[in-house]
C-alpha cells in the first residue's frame, strides 16, 4: 500500500509564500499529474514530497506513516530528475545499480535486479555504454531505470520529458504509461504541459500561484472546470472566455448579452449572479458550429487537416477561436457565423467560480 | 563564427606571440648557453651569441662539485610533492563545504583567505620561526612543508570551489535521493566528474610549492640534507669564484623532471581552464 498524503503543506522561501496549505490525498497505484504555469509551485511541491525541500509547515503521509522528516530512501520514494542527473563518468550499469551500491547490495543480487530493470526499459545490449554515447530517449530510460531498480513506493518525476523532441515525448508518453500500470506502484508526476497531463493521468492537480485550483480526473476537468483558470489552462486549444452582460436570471438559467450583442440562454445554476452583472462565458473552440449566433472577422487559419483552427475577432474587438471541420471554405478576411451551442458551454462569475452545468454530458472513463 | 581572424591579425596575433615567449625564454636559452661553455670563455669580450667551444662538460662536473646535487633535486620534488598532497588533501573537502553548504561567515571566510594570500610568506618569516622552534620543526623537512601547505590552502580553495560549483546540482541531488551520503557523494560522483580541475589546481599548488621552497628552506633549515635545489644551488658560489656553468646546469637539470611532467599533463590543464566555460 503507497497511499501518499499531504495535510496542509504551506512552503515559504524568505517572505515569498510560494504554496498555500496543500491538502491532497493520493490513492494506491494511482498516476497523479501536478500540471500549472511556471512558478506556480508544482517543483517545489514535487521536491518536498521527495524530502530535497523542507516544508515551512504540514504532514506528509506516506503509507500511512508521517515521513515529514524522513530521509528520502527512508520515504521510499524514488525520483526522475528533469535533466536525468545521470553521472556521465558511470556505465548505464553502474548508473542503474549505483542506488544498489549505496545499500551495499550482494554482487549476485545487484546484477539481477540491474539486469530486470534494464530488460524492463530494453537497454540491455546499452548497460556498458556510458551515458554521453546515449540518445536523448535511452538517457531518459536509464534515469528511470536508477529510479526503480530501489522498488520504490512511490515514483516522483520532475518534467522528465521536456528535454525531448515532440515525437520523442509521444512515444515516452505511452512507454511511462505502460510503465506504470507494469509496476502497479503510484506515480507522482509534474509537467507543464496540459496534453502531458491529460494524456497520462488518472487524476489532475490544477496548480495555480502555490493553490490547488482542481483535483479531479482528466474527463472531469475538461467537462467540469471548477474555476476560469482551469478552464483556460486545460483543452487544447484554449476556451474561449468571452465577456458578457446577464440580462435575465430564470428558472431556465441565465439569459446574457455576447460581444455583438448576441443573446444566449446557458442552463446553468445561477448561484449569486443577478441581473446586469458581468459574467465570462466560456465556450471551446471544438464546440463551435457554423450557425447563427456569433459574428467573426476571421484573422488566421491553420488547417491541420481533419480541422481548420480559425482565429477571429468580434465586434469590439475580443477575439476568438475556433476549430471548424478541416474543408470549411473560409478564407482570412471572412466573416463568420459561429452558433453557440448552450449546453456545452460553461459561465464564470466575477470571481472566476464557475457556474454550475445542468446538461452536462456523462465523463468517460 | 567568432575565430576567424584576417591575414593581418593573424600576423599581428603571431608577432605578440613570439615578443612574450621571447621575454619568457630568453632567460632559459641564456642559462642554456651559459651551461655549456667553459667558465673563463663566460666574461669574455667581445659579447658572442654562439661560439665553438660548446661542451657539456658543465653537466658531468657539477655533480662532483656538489655531491648532494641528486640529493637537492630529489628533496625538491619530494617537498613540492609533499605540499601538493597535503594541500588537497585540506582543500577538496574544504572548496566542496564552499560550493555547495551553507555556514555562518561563509562569505567571510572566504575574503579572509584572499586576505592571508596577499602577505607573502617573508612577511611573516620570524613569527613563523617562533612557531616552527616552539614546535621543534625547525631543521626538518616539516618546517618547509607545513609553512608552504598554509599559504597554498587559500589559492587552492578559490580555485577548486569554482570548478565544483559548476557541476550541477541535480547529480547531488539524484545521489541524495538515491540514499548516498555527502562523503559518498563526494568520493563517487563529485571527485570523479572534477578531476580536471583537480589538475588544474594540484599543478598550481605544486608550482607554488615549488616556488616557494628557496625562502622556507634558508630561513628554517640548516640541514644539508634535507635542503631543496633551489637553496643547494647557492653551493655554486664558492669563496674564489662563482662556477656559473655548473650552476646554470644543475638549475636546467632540476627543472627538467617538472618540465615532462607539464608536458605531459598539458591537455588536462587546457581542458581543465576552460570546461564549463560553455554550456555543453
Redesign the interface.
Known amino acids: 500500500m503507497a497511499t501518499l498524503d499531504l495535510n496542509n503543506i504551506s512552503k515559504s522561501f524568505g517572505n515569498t509564500r510560494v504554496l498555500h496549505d496543500i491538502d491532497l490525498a493520493i490513492r494506491d497505484k494511482e498516476f497523479v499529474v501536478f500540471v500549472g504555469p511556471s512558478g506556480c509551485g508544482k517543483s517545489t511541491l514535487l521536491r518536498i514530497i521527495a524530502g530535497l525541500e523542507e516544508a515551512s509547515a504540514g504532514k506528509i503521509v506516506i503509507g500511512g506513516t508521517d515521513v515529514s522528516n524522513a530521509h528520502p530512501v527512508d520515504r521510499g520514494i524514488s525520483m526522475v530528475f528533469q535533466s536525468y542527473a545521470l553521472y556521465p563518468h558511470l556505465t548505464v550499469f553502474e548508473n542503474i545499480a549505483f542506488p544498489l551500491r549505496v545499500q551495499k547490495l550482494a554482487d549476485a543480487d545487484l546484477r539481477t535486479r540491474v539486469g530486470r530493470a534494464a530488460e524492463i526499459l530494453q537497454l540491455t545490449d546499452k548497460l556498458d555504454l556510458k551515458p554521453g554515447q546515449l540518445s536523448g530517449g535511452q538517457r531518459q530510460r536509464v534515469a528511470i531505470g536508477r529510479s526503480i531498480v530501489r522498488n520504490p513506493k512511490v515514483f516522483l518525476f520532475d518534467e522528465p520529458l521536456s528535454n525531448l523532441d515532440a515525437a520523442l515525448r509521444g512515444d515516452m508518453r505511452v512507454e511511462l504509461s505502460q510503465l506504470h500500470r507494469s509496476l502497479d506502484a503510484t506515480m507522482v508526476y509534474v509537467t507543464h504541459d496540459q496534453v502531458e497531463a491529460m494524456t497520462m493521468a488518472d487524476r489532475i492537480v490544477v496548480l495555480n500561484k502555490g493553490r490547488i485550483e482542481q483535483f479531479g480526473t482528466p474527463m472531469e476537468l475538461y467537462h467540469h472546470p471548477a474555476t476560469k483558470f482551469v478552464a483556460g489552462f486545460i483543452g487544447q486549444p484554449n476556451m474561449n472566455l468571452l465577456p458578457a452582460t446577464v440580462k435575465s436570471v430564470t428558472s431556465s438559467g441565465i439569459t446574457a448579452v455576447l460581444p455583438g450583442d448576441a443573446v444566449v440562454t446557458l442552463p446553468v445554476e445561477p448561484g449569486t449572479v443577478r441581473q446586469g452583472d458581468q459574467i465570462e462565458v466560456g465556450i471551446r473552440p471544438e464546440d463551435l458550429v457554423a450557425a447563427k449566433g456569433l459574428r467573426a472577422t476571421v484573422q488566421v487559419m491553420e488547417r491541420l487537416g481533419g480541422v481548420s483552427i480559425t482565429y477571429g475577432v468580434l465586434p469590439g474587438g475580443t477575439r476568438i477561436c475556433a476549430a471548424l471541420p478541416g474543408d470549411t471554405p473560409v478564407r482570412e478576411g471572412d466573416t463568420i457565423d459561429l452558433g453557440v451551442p448552450v449546453d456545452a458551454a460553461h459561465a464564470f462569475d466575477q470571481s472566476g467560480a464557475v457556474l454550475r452545468r445542468r446538461n452536462a454530458p456523462q465523463i468517460a472513463g | 563564427m567568432m575565430d576567424r581572424y584576417t591575414f593581418l591579425q593573424k600576423v599581428g596575433i603571431y608577432i605578440a606571440i613570439a615578443a612574450f615567449l621571447t621575454f619568457v625564454l630568453l632567460p632559459f636559452f641564456e642559462m642554456f648557453r651559459v651551461s655549456l661553455r667553459p667558465l673563463d670563455h663566460l666574461m669574455s669580450t667581445p659579447f658572442r651569441f654562439w661560439s665553438d667551444d660548446f661542451s657539456f662538460a658543465a653537466y658531468k662536473q657539477m655533480w662532483i662539485s656538489v655531491p648532494l646535487l641528486g640529493r637537492y633535486i630529489l628533496n625538491s620534488i619530494f617537498i613540492a610533492t609533499s605540499v601538493t598532497t597535503l594541500t588537497m588533501i585540506v582543500v577538496i573537502p574544504a572548496a566542496y563545504a564552499y560550493a555547495r553548504l551553507q555556514f555562518p561567515f561563509k562569505a567571510i571566510s572566504l575574503a579572509v583567505f584572499l586576505g592571508v594570500n596577499m602577505f607573502t610568506g617573508a612577511v611573516l618569516l620570524i613569527p613563523l620561526y617562533r612557531v616552527l622552534r616552539t614546535l621543534g620543526l625547525l631543521n626538518t623537512y616539516w618546517a618547509m612543508i607545513i609553512p608552504g601547505v598554509a599559504f597554498l590552502i587559500p589559492t587552492g580553495i578559490w580555485l577548486l570551489r569554482s570548478y565544483l560549483e559548476k557541476i ?1 546540482r ?2 547531488e ?8 551520503s555527502r562523503m ?1 557523494t563526494l568520493r ?2 563529485v571527485i ?2 572534477a578531476v580536471p580541475g583537480l589538475i588544474v589546481v594540484a599543478t598550481s599548488v605544486f608550482i607554488g610549492a615549488y616556488a616557494q621552497q628557496f625562502l622556507f628552506a634558508i630561513a628554517f633549515n640548516n640541514q644539508r640534507e634535507y635542503q631543496p635545489l633551489p637553496a643547494g644551488i647557492f653551493e655554486f658560489v664558492g669563496y674564489q669564484q662563482v662556477t656559473w656553468n655548473e650552476m646554470m646546469a644543475a638549475s636546467l637539470t632540476g627543472i627538467l623532471p617538472v618540465m615532462l611532467i607539464f608536458l605531459f599533463l598539458q591537455k588536462y590543464l587546457i581542458a581543465g581552464l576552460t570546461a564549463g566555460a560553455v554550456k555543453e
Open positions: 550541477p541535480e547529480l541531488e539524484a545521489a541524495y535521493v538515491d540514499g548516498a559518498y563517487r560522483v570523479p566528474l
